[in-house]
């Protein structure tokens, strides 16, 4: 299983970015794909997951802001990021649980400046 994500950048205060995560190595369509950040001197944590179905949970702190949502047919999972605040600054990570392991991609900054 590999895991490509892309899309991180700097930005300001109140500015979009768009994360993509393209999977290979697994039947994509059937597996719950999430978003993780780790930001400077934080444990890393779960932002967001979408289902095999399509349905999304977020953590708190971005609900209303993120959107998770995924392209079975570019086997692709996107985290789209609005109203970007200096601490949502962060590398973002996607994450696939398979047969008791755990799958990570190799991360992709995201700096907001204020």
């Known amino acids: 299983v590999q895991l490509q994500a892309s899309g991180g950048g700097l930005v300001q205060a109140g500015g979009s970015l768009r994360l993509s995560c393209a999977a290979s190595?697994?039947?994509?369509?059937?597996?719950?794909m999430d978003w993780y950040r780790q930001g400077p001197g934080k444990q890393r944590e779960l932002v967001g997951t979408?289902?095999?179905?399509?349905?999304?949970n977020y953590t708190d702190s971005v609900k209303g802001r993120f959107i998770v949502s995924r392209d079975n047919v570019r086997r692709s999972v996107y985290l789209q990021m609005t109203s970007l605040k200096p601490e949502d600054t962060a590398v973002y990570f996607c994450?696939?649980?398979?047969?008791?392991?755990?799958?990570w991609g190799q991360g992709t900054l995201v700096t907001v400046s204020s």
């Open positions: 994450h696939v649980w398979l047969r008791g392991i755990d799958y």
């Open positions: 190595g697994l039947n994509f369509r059937l597996n719950t």
């Open positions: 979408i289902t095999s179905g399509g349905n999304t």
